[in-house]
């Protein structure tokens, strides 16, 4: 017999054999109608940490024979569920495809955070011309709605069945990627079956709105070396209001896309002949960055933290003891031999300086915590095809700190970087984010480190982040440095994107015996490891810089405006009063220009508003009368003449609060 528990805690028994959609019908035709997949909880099957083993099923997956689950049964409500229909719209996509192109070769069809892509091989690339024939087909199989059926077989089998439809790809896998599986699953849509572990939607009736979207090159597993594949990329959602938002905020994101809005607003340039990926700042991009700059600096010296600087190319050795080099070579510069013999490596990254810093000289337990800050300039060699304005690049600066303490300090130490972090979200704007805690995978070899070390680190993290009440705190497995635990900030900008800002990050590698043999001499006259943090609440400038681009399109807030005010003259006899005013506000450190053109007014305020100036300041005969300027705000619009004296203070106070 089979007991299910359901989440409200009721339960139901079975003589026979069930579904979860079974059990749905039972409860009502309505939710039978609506269930989408199902998550089934084994309570006596536990996993090697002794977690009871949990898993996303297809609603029409049978369930244990006996025994006790529990289940929750997912709808179009779930988040879950909406993963589940586009994996499925992928294997559709993948049918109208084989239905509309001869000698089509499958790989593989994922989802992704906005929809899902199918990589075929084929002998012509597609074309946008493809996309209408393949959404109408697509169509025209989700109108049959035909259930998608899970069919497991032998390994064996399944090589002879791919290998006489002339599927090689799948053969290959089923081969190499999945040799140690005995028994293999499918899922036939139809006449379409593809090689997948599923789950999927019980029938095409549940998929709602799709849209094809692009198309590019990939390579079969990623591989370079591998053939060369048409990747299609596609979106799906359940109703057709929710795509419409989807491809309204897309063309909002094309209006603020970072690399044209960067050149339009003269902010940043990158030329091939300069090298790809490499960042030259324009005089006005170079104002933003310094304001960021000038901002982590202050805080930086509140928080006690010592400024360094150090050089940006280094002997190799430094970075063989570290153990970034050679693990990391594929992504770092290769190095440099001179004359006399020795190697030199472009800095990947700045925490070995930080090291030499730290041991420099003897250290205490009394100079704990040691919080050593630098805006080091890295590089990293970055594939071409990964490269993409400031977000991407190959040469960048990070807001770069490492801290040295002792274990009882790590708590403490944690809470300040992460209060740090939550100062500089705030002060941008970002109030929409989440935490994920990165820990390691308890089977994987790849971590330094004992295993008390790391359950007492982890513990340590996840802790001072509940002490602290972070919303949306997330723990994922397996996904740590291999030196220790980690915290990223995971923000949402205007549009709803997510981005990856502030790391926090645990290291009980750097300072082991086995790498820089870092010690303190304790309270107790002997010699203790210290423990090292790693944080860096932009990331890097560059990076944070291409998404406050985009979050403020570019209209920055005064605090970060490159050009504040700018003061436009109704008529060439008011120069010497504009320059007067211009003057008063540049002594007052605010960041002024004129427009002394000979311009009509009504073309100077298009200008200034085009160019997303602030603060729009217009001089004539009443103004000077009168010791004032007439006030155009970017978001206030006309505020009428106001005293410059009175203005400029308002415009300081506005500045150093840094106001949105």
Avoid at 146 to 169: C, T, V
Avoid at 607 to 635: F, M, S
């Amino acid at each position: 017999m089979l007991k299910v528990v359901l989440p409200d805690g009721s339960e139901k028994s079975y003589e026979n054999r069930v579904s979860p959609l079974d059990v749905a019908s039972e409860i009502g035709s309505g939710l039978a109608k609506s269930t989408v997949a199902a998550v089934v909880t084994i309570p006596d099957n536990l996993d090697e940490n002794g977690v009871p083993v949990t898993k996303t099923t297809s609603a029409t997956e049978p369930l244990p024979e006996s025994g006790v689950v529990e289940l929750r049964l997912l709808t179009k409500k779930d988040p879950e569920a909406l993963e589940i229909m586009r994996h499925s719209c992928a294997h559709v996509m993948a049918r109208a495809v084989m239905r509309l192109f001869k000698d089509v070769q499958l790989a593989f069809g994922p989802t992704t955070e906005t929809g899902f892509y199918y990589d075929f091989w084929k002998e012509e690339p597609f074309t946008e011309e493809d996309f209408a024939k393949i959404e109408a087909e697509m169509a025209k199989i989700i109108k049959e709605d035909e259930p998608f059926e899970r069919i497991e077989m032998k390994r064996d089998e399944a090589i002879e069945l791919l290998r006489a439809a002339g599927q090689s790809l799948k053969v290959e896998h089923l081969e190499t990627g999945l040799a140690e599986n005995e028994i293999v699953s499918f899922y036939r849509h139809g006449e379409f079956m593809d090689l997948c572990r599923g789950p999927h939607i019980p029938s095409s009736r549940f998929i709602g709105a799709f849209k094809i979207m692009s198309t590019s090159s990939a390579y079969w597993k990623g591989d370079a070396n591998n053939q060369q594949l048409c990747r299609v990329y596609g979106v799906a959602f359940f109703d057709k209001k929710e795509l419409s938002a989807y491809l309204t905020q897309l063309e909002e994101a094309k209006k603020r896309d970072h690399r044209v809005l960067g050149k339009k607003h003269e902010l940043f340039l990158i030329d091939h002949r300069v090298g790809s990926g490499l960042v030259v700042w324009l005089p006005k991009g170079a104002l933003i960055r310094k304001q960021l700059e000038n901002f982590i600096y202050e805080e930086l010296i509140k928080r006690d933290y010592q400024p360094v600087y150090s050089p940006v190319i280094c002997r190799v050795e430094l970075f063989e003891t570290s153990g970034h080099y050679p693990y990391y070579a594929d992504s770092q510069f290769p190095p440099i031999t001179v004359d006399d013999g020795d190697r030199y490596l472009l800095r990947p990254m700045n925490c070995p300086l930080h090291v030499m810093v730290y041991e420099s000289k003897p250290r205490s337990y009394r100079e704990l915590p040691l919080r050593i800050a630098e805006f080091g300039n890295v590089h990293r060699f970055e594939q071409s095809g990964e490269l993409s304005g400031l977000t991407r690049v190959r040469g960048f600066t990070q807001d770069d700190a490492h801290i040295f303490c002792t274990e009882e300090q790590v708590e403490d130490e944690f809470k300040n970087c992460v209060d740090m972090t939550l100062k500089v979200l705030k002060t941008m704007g970002f109030s929409d984010y989440e935490v994920r805690l990165s820990f390691r995978d308890w089977k994987s070899s790849k971590y330094v480190g004992s295993d008390d070390v790391w359950r007492k680190a982890q513990a340590s993290l996840e802790r001072a982040c509940k002490e602290m009440d972070l919303p949306k705190l997330e723990i994922v497995e397996g996904e740590a440095a291999f030196y220790g635990p980690k915290a990223d900030f995971i923000v949402r900008d205007c549009l709803g994107r997510k981005w990856q800002l502030g790391t926090i990050q645990l290291d009980y590698n750097l300072p082991s015996p086995q790498r820089f043999n870092l010690k303190y001499v304790g309270a107790d006259g002997e010699l203790h490891q210290p423990v090292m943090i790693h944080r860096a609440p932009f990331g890097s400038f560059e990076r944070f810089t291409g998404i406050l681009i985009e979050h403020f399109a570019a209209a920055f807030p005064l605090w970060l405006a490159p050009e504040q005010v700018r003061i436009l003259t109704i008529s060439e006899k008011f120069e010497n009063y504009a320059k007067q005013v211009a003057a008063k506000m540049k002594a007052a450190g605010l960041r002024v220009k004129l427009d002394l053109s000979s311009e009509k007014i009504g073309a100077k305020i298009r200008v200034g508003r085009n160019d997303l100036i602030p603060y729009l300041c217009v001089v004539g005969a009443k103004e000077e009368e009168l010791g004032a300027v007439g006030v155009r705000g970017r978001k206030q619009g006309e505020m009428g003449a106001i005293d410059v004296d009175k203005f400029i203070a308002d415009l300081k106070q506005e500045n150093d609060e840094r106001r949105l």
